[in-house]
């Protein structure tokens, strides 16, 4: 009883902050991403009846604590739709994602755990169970269950049946590139879910930012639909720029930002103002995304290279859903 899968990152451009049920991963609002060729993950999920507990290896080092706890927790719900509680698992998981940065790694972590314990203990589940199976492990994980443009949706329902991802243009539909600028690798301090809970609990921009999301989600669909790199750019860091006020104005406030994050959101504006089309996104994290066409790339490469504290520019262009391999 043993599966392997891929499942490659994505990046928000309208954002998921905030849920309206932390038992079941409701989000507030819809989201809308775009799924990246250039990170992934790669989990073996094997089941034994023989195991007394479940095993997790990361990058092939032995997980304890709370990350082995979220691991086996999905586990078990895994092992409780399949009607399997005998059964423990060893999971081995290859991450080619900054771990807990900005970069969603849980999302392709989460996509690759779940479509390989799912098809390891013999579950036939179709993609949209899949993503709601998915959302309990990482919200934005549901989003990796797809390739190219992907849509959240929040749903209605209060047990969540109707809330679920869904793709909206394939990753061949537009040669749109994203380049990740890596400011740290280091393990962020507020992780997203105490981020969230915070904003949502205390912020006084956060209503604000919710009645903002169906105009956005609007105008990004018409731009992506009509690959107008002006109308997605802007929508996207608008609706990031409104994202990360809502951390500013919470109790205590806090900022994902560093310096660096700040000098190549300057960098990206630059670029802009001498007629080069790009545009930046955060997550909850310094890195940052900046979205462009292949045409700009050289130029955008250089530019944010050359600034001091930038670790690494990874290009990646639309990716690819969930592979078994």
């Known amino acids: 009883m043993q599966a392997t899968a891929r499942a490659h990152t994505n990046i928000a451009l309208i954002k998921y902050w905030g849920k309206r049920d932390e038992t079941r991963i409701l989000p507030m609002n819809n989201s809308l991403s775009l799924t990246l060729d250039g990170?992934?993950?790669?989990?073996?999920?094997?089941?034994?009846?023989?195991?007394?507990?479940?095993?997790?290896?990361?990058?092939?080092?032995?997980?304890e604590g709370a990350a082995y706890g979220k691991v086996t927790a999905f586990l078990d719900r895994i092992r409780q739709t399949a009607g399997r509680l005998d059964l423990s698992a060893t999971v081995h998981s290859t991450n080619h994602v900054p771990t807990a940065a900005g970069f969603a790694s849980s999302a392709s972590g989460f996509a690759a755990l779940a479509a390989a314990s799912a098809k390891a203990i013999g579950l036939d589940v179709t993609d949209p169970e899949l993503s709601m199976l998915t959302r309990h492990g990482s919200g934005s994980a549901c989003r990796s269950i797809y390739g190219g443009f992907v849509e959240w949706e929040k749903g209605t329902q209060a047990d969540g049946s109707d809330s679920y991802a869904v793709p909206i243009a394939p990753a061949d539909h537009w040669d749109v590139r994203v380049a990740a600028v890596v400011l740290s690798s280091a393990e962020k301090k507020i992780l997203s879910r105490e981020g969230m809970k915070r904003t949502v609990d205390t912020s006084v921009y956060y209503p604000a930012w919710v009645e903002s999301i169906p105009a956005d989600l609007a105008a990004i669909k018409q731009g992506i639909c009509d690959k107008d790199?002006?109308?997605?750019?802007?929508?996207?860091?608008?609706?990031?720029?409104?994202m990360h006020a809502t951390t500013l104005a919470a109790q205590p406030p806090f900022s994902y930002w560093h310096s660096t994050t700040m000098a190549v959101m300057e960098a990206v504006q630059d670029l802009r103002d001498s007629g080069v089309p790009a545009y930046?996104?955060?997550?909850?994290?310094?890195?940052?995304?900046?979205?462009?066409?292949?045409?700009?790339?050289?130029?955008?490469?250089?530019?944010?290279?050359?600034?001091?504290?930038?670790?690494?520019?990874?290009?990646?262009?639309?990716g690819p859903g969930l592979a078994y391999l």
């Open 39 to 63: 990170f992934y993950t790669t989990t073996t999920v094997a089941f034994h009846e023989e195991l007394t507990e479940d095993q997790f290896y990361l990058d092939d080092q032995l997980v």
């Open 229 to 242: 790199i002006t109308k997605v750019g802007e929508t996207a860091e608008a609706n990031c720029l409104r």
């Open 280 to 318: 930046f996104t955060i997550d909850a994290g310094p890195n940052v995304k900046v979205l462009y066409l292949p045409e700009q790339e050289e130029t955008i490469r250089e530019k944010l290279q050359a600034i001091p504290g930038v670790q690494d520019v990874t290009v990646s262009r639309p």
